[in-house]
């Protein structure tokens, strides 16, 4: 992500709270590069899925891992998506005060929901452009394998890594869609109360 990118954040959730966890020194570094005083919400998801105790034992040792590391955030939460549900938090806060919070303090809903749709229309965008470059790459190496034959093997390990990169990038937009579906269902809720 670029680093003018990263400035301009003023709130991130960050959903992979486990890797976290094993996260070396080089991978905690990203947290360095978000502006000075973004909030962060830090968020095990599928919660469902472990017990109390393992909830309680994993958001206590990523409240360690963030505080050894110097890491501030604004709550650690656990949260099943599936049912919809926050189960603890650390700081007391949770998902619905950081949304407030990132928000703005106030009950102008529609600014974040517009902000999400915005940056899912960005996701999408460069999707659209990186697919399209894929896409060109695929037919030029098409036509070069046409007129060299003897250069076949390069050119289908272009193709091959090509195809790699278009399947990731269709699954990272999946699981984007995903995550905006989630997010606004939330939005919905809260401003359905």
């Known amino acids: 992500m670029p ?3 990263l400035l301009r954040i003023s709130a991130l959730i960050f959903f992979d709270l486990y890797s976290l966890l094993l996260a070396t020194t080089d991978d905690i570094k990203f947290f360095g590069k978000i502006g000075i005083n973004t909030p962060i919400l830090f968020v095990f998801n599928k919660a469902d899925k472990r017990t109390e105790n393992d909830l309680k034992q994993i ?3 990523a409240k360690e ?28 806060k949770g998902l619905k005060a950081f949304l407030e919070f990132a928000n703005g303090y106030t009950n102008n809903k ?5 902000q999400l749709n915005a940056i899912f229309k960005n996701i999408k ?3 659209d452009e990186d697919m ?3 896409e060109k790459i695929i037919a030029d190496c098409k036509d070069v394998a046409k007129e060299q034959a003897h250069n076949i093997t390069s050119v289908m390990t272009i193709l091959s890594d090509s ?9 990272s937009v999946s699981e984007v869609k995903k995550v905006e579906r989630e997010i606004k269902s939330i939005l919905y809720r809260m401003k359905s109360k």
Not at 71 to 77: A, G, R
Not at 163 to 169: R, T, V
């Open 132 to 134: 399209s470059k894929h």
């Open 65 to 92: 891992t963030l505080d050894d590391r110097g890491i501030e955030y604004f709550d650690i939460i656990a949260y099943s998506s599936f049912e919809e549900k926050e189960y603890f938090n650390i700081n007391n």
């Open 163 to 171: 195809y790699m990169k278009m399947q990731k990038f269709k699954k």
């Open 59 to 61: 958001l206590e040792k």
């Open 125 to 127: 965008t460069t999707y």
């Open 3 to 5: 680093f003018n990118i």
């Open 110 to 114: 529609e600014n974040t929901t517009a």
